[in-house]
């Protein structure tokens, strides 16, 4: 089944490399370079998930997220962190945070698209 899929990094490689894999896999993407226009992508686009990195400037992927589940046009798109930020406290913050899942990079192409299926 095909999703829409919000893309949220600040790196253009690891943008690019997501949009790869999803797109290869026959999902529609659509990306964001900070956490201020992830918040406007989300409510424009209503994605049926959003992938976010957590080291972003100014606004972070925590940040965003939480604004995210704070407002009622968007608490229900699932987030999927996708970040090099792996240690425990950060996962356990994520998911208190409402996150659905958690991938550290480097990733393969198949944890990636084990998220989206899920």
Do not use: C
């Not at 964001?32 to 959003?50: H, T, V």
């Not at 962190?81 to 945070?97: C, E, P, S, Y």
Request: glycine share 6%; no cysteine.
């Amino acid at each position: 089944m095909s999703r829409k899929v919000l893309i949220v990094d600040d790196a253009v490689v690891d943008r690019q490399n997501l949009e790869r894999i999803l797109s290869a896999a026959g999902h529609f993407v659509v990306s964001a370079d900070s956490g201020e226009q992830a918040l406007l992508r989300a409510k424009i686009d209503q994605p049926d998930l959003i992938l976010m990195d957590v080291n972003m400037p100014e606004l972070d992927g925590f940040a965003t997220t939480r604004r995210l589940k704070a407002d009622a046009a968007t608490k229900d798109i699932p987030v999927v962190f996708v970040t090099g930020k792996n240690q425990k406290a950060d996962i356990a913050w994520g998911r208190m945070l409402g996150a659905k899942g958690y991938v550290a990079k480097p990733y393969t192409s198949e944890q990636i698209l084990a998220h989206i299926d899920a």
